[in-house]
């Protein structure tokens, strides 16, 4: 069986500072892992994957996630938030299915 | 490609009644997921298809919901009869095999029974 959970229902930035969004992960063999963003009323969008090889993904909109195996985590981050970067991100672990983490709501504050 | 297409995007529909979502997948993706998002829930995985096949049903919450994929571009998820707490939001998603590549979603259909 595979889970993700995400620490943190809501997190709160101000513009410029850092965002890390937490995610950890339960995968009886290695996992493949994902990041997803959901926009008001939009379906989801790929913003990074995690499959094998460089453990460092760098995804779209400045964000990037650090595959970490000896903690299983795919933590999250961008250097300085944005005011669009405001929505919701799911981490999500696949093995012949995906399951999604419950999401972190990000606001940013200007 | 225009995408994970989900028809209608808002249906309105009164307890007891049957409801159909439909769903046409990216071309060429082989396998095929029904979410469904909810405040309380969260993302729930409801089903998934293989090349057409029904590989994990296990999410369906009951009898009342049943799901098809007749051909590789086309799916449909129904509720019969529908009932309030069916109400969220209905995701589809494809992706070009289960485990490597990125699911892609559509812009999903939100139901709402009364």
């Known amino acids: 069986a595979q889970s993700v959970t995400q620490l943190g229902s809501h997190v709160s930035v101000s513009e410029g500072a850092l965002v890390l969004l937490r995610c950890n992960y339960s995968?009886?063999?290695?996992?493949?892992l994902f990041w997803y963003v959901q926009y008001p009323n939009q379906g989801l969008q790929l913003l990074l994957k995690?499959?094998?090889?460089?453990?460092l993904v760098k995804g779209i909109n400045g964000f990037e996630a650090e595959f970490k195996k000896s903690e299983t985590s795919f933590h999250l981050t961008k250097p300085s938030a944005h005011m669009s970067d405001a929505a919701e991100y799911f981490c999500?672990?696949?093995?012949?299915?995906?399951?999604f983490g419950a999401g972190t709501r990000l606001t940013v504050k200007p | 490609d225009a995408g994970v297409i989900q028809s209608p995007r808002h249906e309105v529909t009164e307890m007891g009644q049957e409801v159909t979502l439909r769903c046409k997948p990216i071309?060429?993706?082989?396998?095929l997921f029904w979410y469904r998002q909810t405040m309380m829930r969260g993302l729930e995985l409801l089903i998934y298809?293989?090349?057409?096949?029904?590989?994990?049903d296990s999410g369906m919450p009951e009898d009342r919901f049943s799901a098809k994929m007749p051909n590789a571009s086309f799916s449909t998820l129904k509720i019969q009869p529908s009932e309030p707490r069916d109400s969220a939001v209905y995701f589809c998603?494809?992706?070009?095999?289960?485990?490597?590549?990125?699911?892609?979603f559509g812009q999903g259909t939100r139901l709402t029974v009364v």
């Open positions: 071309s060429g993706h082989n396998s």
């Open positions: 995690y499959t094998t090889g460089a453990t």
């Open positions: 995968s009886s063999v290695p996992p493949y």
């Open positions: 999500a672990v696949s093995r012949n299915d995906m399951r």
């Open positions: 298809f293989n090349n057409n096949v029904p590989i994990d």
């Open positions: 998603a494809s992706s070009e095999n289960r485990d490597r590549t990125e699911a892609f």
